[in-house]
């Protein structure tokens, strides 16, 4: 089992996009109110007094969609300046990076994974369940101003449907040959959208692979990030492919990393809601930070545990109907 010291940190629930696959159709979410959300000074608390001192070194902001965040750059920069740090990164969709992406590389960010599920932008707005004007050009400019600023190497994030984008992975791959990119092909999970699962199921990422293999070749890579990709390089390419594959490659047993909800829960896995702790509620009753880090302390030594396969759904299928924003992807 791999060390856990690695935080992923939902800044918000909301997100701008609705992409089928996290969302269904017409649903309502119950988004959480502004005050229910930890504040940039109960985050940094609980880093300095609980995380760190348990090893936890690796941090990433992701959302819903963490741009919308008004001290977003703030949050960046305080992190950032924890001399502990020693990696931070953010998931976003790209779609408000070309005013932000100088911003936040000034305040300390240095690694970035954008959402790209698609090069067509009828596609892509298809995806993002876009009714209005097209968000395909923005985000586009948004990874060019992220690349330009100095990201590198950056990292596209693309989730695979079948009938929807599966079509399109020899072209994004080739976005690697002659860019320091990196492009992450992942499985499409029962995530927020079980009939578009059910409807569509996933694509085992061999199948990507031996495609891809078909075409230029493929050989595995020595670049390795924090994550359970596995990655590859087409020969010759400047950057690299990644391929996370739960579906058909349980990764659990390499998991590194635990989830702080935008609301301050902290869940030992992306599908078991066994044994979260709400750090948020028991910070501003006046928990002390010693005892806090006592209780995830002992939720590490109970991860190692808990399986994909073999996860505890929740009440009411919670698990399930939960989207990835609400999470905290």
Same mark, same amino acid.
């Given at each position: 089992?791999?060390?856990?010291?690695?935080?992923?940190?939902?800044?918000?629930?909301?997100?701008? #996009?609705?992409?089928?696959?996290?969302?269904?159709?017409?649903? /309502?979410?119950?988004?959480?109110?502004?005050?229910?959300?930890?504040?940039? =000074?109960?985050?940094?608390?609980?880093? @300095?007094?609980? #995380?760190?001192?348990?090893?936890?070194?690796? #941090? $990433?902001?992701?959302?819903?969609?963490?741009?919308?965040?008004?001290?977003?750059?703030? +949050?960046?920069?305080?992190?950032?300046?924890?001399?502990?740090?020693?990696?931070?990164?953010?998931?976003?969709?790209?779609?408000?990076?070309?005013?932000?992406?100088?911003?936040?590389?000034?305040?300390?960010?240095?690694?970035?994974? &954008?959402?790209?599920?698609?090069?067509?932008?009828?596609?892509?707005?298809? &995806? +993002?369940?876009?009714?209005?004007?097209?968000? *395909?050009?923005?985000? *586009?400019?948004?990874?060019?101003?992220?690349? $330009?600023?100095?990201?590198?190497?950056?990292?596209?994030?693309?989730?695979?449907?079948?009938?929807?984008?599966?079509? /399109?992975? !020899?072209? !994004?791959?080739?976005?690697?040959?002659?860019?320091? *990119?990196?492009?992450?092909?992942?499985?499409?999970?029962? +995530?927020?959208?079980?009939? !578009?699962? =059910?409807?569509?199921?996933?694509?085992?990422?061999?199948? !990507?692979?031996?495609?891809?293999?078909? $075409?230029?070749?493929?050989?595995?890579?020595?670049?390795?990030?924090?994550?359970?990709?596995?990655?590859? =390089? &087409?020969?010759?390419?400047?950057?690299?492919?990644?391929? +996370?594959?739960?579906?058909?490659?349980? #990764?659990?047993?390499?998991?590194?990393?635990?989830?702080?909800?935008?609301?301050? *829960?902290?869940?030992?896995?992306?599908?078991?809601?066994?044994?979260? &702790?709400?750090?948020?509620?028991?910070? $501003?009753?006046?928990?002390?930070?010693?005892?806090?880090? @006592?209780?995830?302390?002992?939720?590490?030594?109970?991860?190692?545990?808990?399986?994909?396969? =073999?996860?505890?759904?929740?009440?009411?299928?919670?698990?399930?109907?939960?989207?990835?924003?609400?999470?905290?992807?």
């Amino acid at each position: 089992m791999n060390p856990v010291d690695y935080l992923r940190i939902s800044l918000l629930d909301r997100c701008n #996009f609705r992409c089928q696959y996290c969302m269904p159709e017409g649903a /309502e979410l119950d988004y959480v109110l502004n005050p229910e959300l930890l504040s940039r =000074q109960e985050m940094i608390i609980l880093l @300095e007094e609980v #995380f760190i001192p348990l090893g936890f070194r690796k #941090f $990433r902001l992701t959302g819903g969609e963490p741009l919308l965040r008004p001290d977003v750059v703030e +949050i960046v920069g305080a992190i950032a300046a924890l001399p502990q740090t020693q990696d931070l990164a953010m998931t976003t969709n790209g779609f408000l990076l070309s005013h932000l992406a100088k911003p936040l590389y000034d305040a300390g960010l240095r690694r970035i994974n &954008i959402s790209l599920d698609s090069l067509d932008p009828q596609v892509f707005d298809k &995806i +993002i369940g876009n009714r209005g004007l097209s968000r *395909w050009k923005q985000t *586009w400019e948004g990874i060019q101003e992220a690349y $330009r600023v100095g990201f590198d190497p950056l990292k596209l994030n693309v989730v695979v449907v079948p009938g929807l984008n599966d079509r /399109e992975v !020899l072209d !994004l791959a080739a976005l690697t040959r002659d860019r320091h *990119w990196h492009v992450r092909f992942i499985e499409f999970m029962p +995530i927020g959208n079980p009939e !578009l699962f =059910q409807e569509r199921a996933w694509i085992p990422s061999e199948e !990507l692979r031996a495609a891809i293999r078909d $075409r230029w070749g493929l050989v595995e890579s020595t670049v390795r990030g924090n994550g359970p990709a596995d990655v590859f =390089q &087409i020969p010759g390419a400047k950057g690299t492919l990644g391929f +996370i594959s739960q579906m058909s490659e349980c #990764f659990c047993d390499r998991c590194n990393r635990m989830r702080l909800s935008a609301d301050g *829960w902290l869940r030992p896995c992306l599908l078991n809601e066994s044994g979260q &702790i709400d750090l948020k509620t028991a910070l $501003r009753n006046g928990t002390s930070t010693a005892q806090l880090r @006592e209780q995830v302390r002992e939720l590490l030594a109970i991860k190692p545990e808990t399986n994909f396969k =073999q996860r505890d759904p929740g009440t009411a299928g919670s698990t399930y109907r939960r989207t990835m924003s609400q999470i905290g992807g």
